[in-house]
């Protein structure tokens, strides 16, 4: 079955500082990938997304490359801000499901904190 | 433009009880589609449903659990004789009628079995 492993936490990096969390995932076929990012006592917020191999998704500073060879989505920014402190998603969704199906599997989650 | 909303947030019950948790999709969506999330977990799928009929039901446990969502009115995931281990957060999210990866999830709800 389909599987998404990402990076344990929890992270936590000062301000400024680079981030990578990795995520490699277990599919049949060709999934689309994304990254849901939840904020404390919220829904989660799709942060970005990418369709097909080397696409890559980008928003609010925040990248990820769909490497196919590699089977990883792996989320990147250059400087972190105290505002991005949350629970980073990894996620893929199935077009083997059927139809319109699309329901997603998730990686466990990534708490990052910055500190000031 | 209301995004998904659910209701309610929180939700107590005693062992034994019913919990209805409901969820009303972005305007013009007919797809819904409700994970579990347990504590230190990730978001697990349960249920696949448009209007008036249920997709997709195999992340839903066999007993206790079921799903629906009406031509009118909000999709329900109703939890009969609710124990310890239904705890846990509940989401929603909703997708356009042409389908479509992009999901859009609702706040939560929030259930816990005292």
């Known amino acids: 079955g389909n599987s998404v492993t990402q990076m344990e936490g929890p992270v936590t990096l000062s301000e400024e500082a680079f981030l990578t969390i990795n995520c490699t995932y277990t599919a049949t076929g060709y999934p689309s990938l994304f990254w849901y990012v939840q904020y404390p006592g919220e829904g989660l917020q799709l942060l970005l997304k990418a369709t097909k191999a080397d696409d890559k998704g980008s928003n609010k500073g925040f990248e990820a490359t769909y490497r196919k060879e590699t089977t990883s989505f792996h989320l990147e920014k250059g400087s972190v801000q105290v505002s991005d402190s949350a629970v980073y998603f990894c996620?893929?969704?199935?077009?083997?499901?059927?139809?319109?199906?699309?329901?997603?599997?998730f990686g466990k989650g990534t708490l990052l904190t910055v500190n000031p | 433009n209301a995004g998904v909303m659910q209701n309610p947030r929180h939700l107590v019950r005693r062992r034994g009880q019913e919990a209805r948790l409901r969820c009303s999709p972005m305007?013009?969506?007919?797809?819904v589609y409700w994970y579990r999330q347990l504590p230190e977990e990730g978001l697990k799928f349960m249920v696949y449903?448009?209007?008036?009929?249920?997709?997709?039901e195999s992340g839903m446990p066999k007993e206790r659990f079921s799903a629906e969502f009406p031509k009118e009115g909000p999709s329900i995931l109703r939890i009969q004789q609710v124990v310890r281990g239904d705890s846990a957060a509940y989401f929603c999210?909703?997708?356009?009628?042409?389908?479509?990866?992009?999901?859009?999830f609702g706040p939560g709800t929030r259930l816990t079995v005292t």
């Open positions: 305007k013009g969506h007919s797809h």
């Open positions: 449903l448009q209007k008036e009929n249920i997709i997709d």
């Open positions: 999210a909703s997708s356009p009628p042409s389908g479509g990866t992009e999901q859009y």
């Open positions: 996620a893929l969704s199935d077009p083997h499901s059927g139809g319109s199906n699309y329901k997603l599997t």
